[in-house]
């Protein structure tokens, strides 16, 4: 019997082993020292050799072992966040610190095409299981979400995605929503209306600008940058979004189980995908630039996630140019939409033995349209050393292009292309049906927020380029 040995104990290594698949591919064996907390990642020499494998993120190469640390970084950020991970820890009876067992738990289905099973198992062992959820069900759910923690379902923790926001994952076939397990995988992520007051609107809120940005990305580049978004009623209203990270295979499908034995539900495939803090090798908590906060006396230290950090990404890039002009458009949507929450875990990477390439973007919200003494408008990462919208200003913009490699002329080419195109679209927008009444009042003050900020940086494109290259 293989063990791991402690000073005070000996434990059987195959409790402390997770076998790591992508897809239905093996990986490798993730193994971790429970006394000591640390984490062992062993890639499986046909993964290696392959000439198809690769590094699971750049923290986590092939040919050298990972260190214990950023294995450790690189599962915590697979993790859900705030109540999410409360819920997580007091339902399972595990600790937020044991990030092994929250794995463990919870890693049938990832983000992304990793599976964390149990030795002796596969994906293709784990029978279906599908249970459909009616709209009576969800609106109750929803309804009594101050009773019952939302991500559980028949006893069940059935988030596995990061973030904050109540989510639940589902597989969408039609207009019928599924809870699925085992060798079924969830195609859409449904996010209700958040409990706090003062986030009044924010499905609006987030479907008008996912699609107002989809809509510039397609008009400024011709590509579908931005992920799919829908507006179900139960009747309260329920951001649907389209998994970037999944998609249903045509022609194959499984016999549903508990309640679809009426129906098929299509097999989906899983794609690997890393979020921005994964692709930095930077923990959860460095997610923000200013990772201490914005005190006076700790404002100076921006050592979390920035721009500037992920353009550095450049050489892991599978196509550099069009990955950064990605970026680049990420980066001006946070500036037109007032996204100024927009952190290192809202970009995400597709990985593959080419590298990296940014997936559709996501979790665009305009969080200037809140109360700013109720949620802090201070961006999650700089543009020079501006963090509010205020000081934006061409030296700043100028100063951020310095700082993350970008051409200044090309980038005041972008910014006044989508400041243009923002203008003549923004109200366009707002004009949805799917809207109620309430709900386009909102997204109409957001528009004329959205325009105003399309003129203002529209006027400061010109400036960027000529300042001289000394003063950065």
Known sequence: MATITGEAAVYRKADYTLHVFAGDTPVGELVQNPLEGSFSLNYRHDWVDSGLGFPLAPGL????PPASAAIRRFLENLLPEGDALDDLSRVEAISKGNVFGLIRHLGRETTGALSFLSPGQTPGDIPPRAREITREELQDRITRRDQMPFTVWDGKVRLSVAGQQDKLLVQKVGERLFLVDGSLSST???????????????????????????????LAYRQALVADVDILRVPDPVLCVRRFDRAELPGLAVAGSAGVADSALPRVQRRHVIDGCQALDLPVAMKYERNIGSGRDVAHIRDGASFARLH??????????????HMGFWSILTLLLGNSD??????????????????????????LHFDGGQIDHEFAMAFGDAFHFLDVAPFALADHCERCGIDRRFFARELRQLCRLAQKEAMVATQDPIYTDAERDTVIAIAHAVITRAQRLDAMADAIPRFDKDLF
């Open 312 to 325: 550095a990404l450049r050489p892991r890039l599978e196509h550099p140019a069009t990955g950064l002009r």
């Open 342 to 367: 927009a952190h290192g875990k809202n970009l995400s990477f597709h990985v593959g033995p080419a590298g990296l390439s940014p997936c559709p973007l996501y979790d665009l919200v305009s969080v």
């Open 61 to 64: 190469p092939l040919q050298t």
């Open 188 to 218: 859409h992520i449904l996010k209700p209306e958040p409990l706090r007051p003062y986030l009044k609107h924010m499905v609006a809120n987030e479907h008008y600008c996912m699609r107002l940005a989809a809509r510039l990305g397609q």
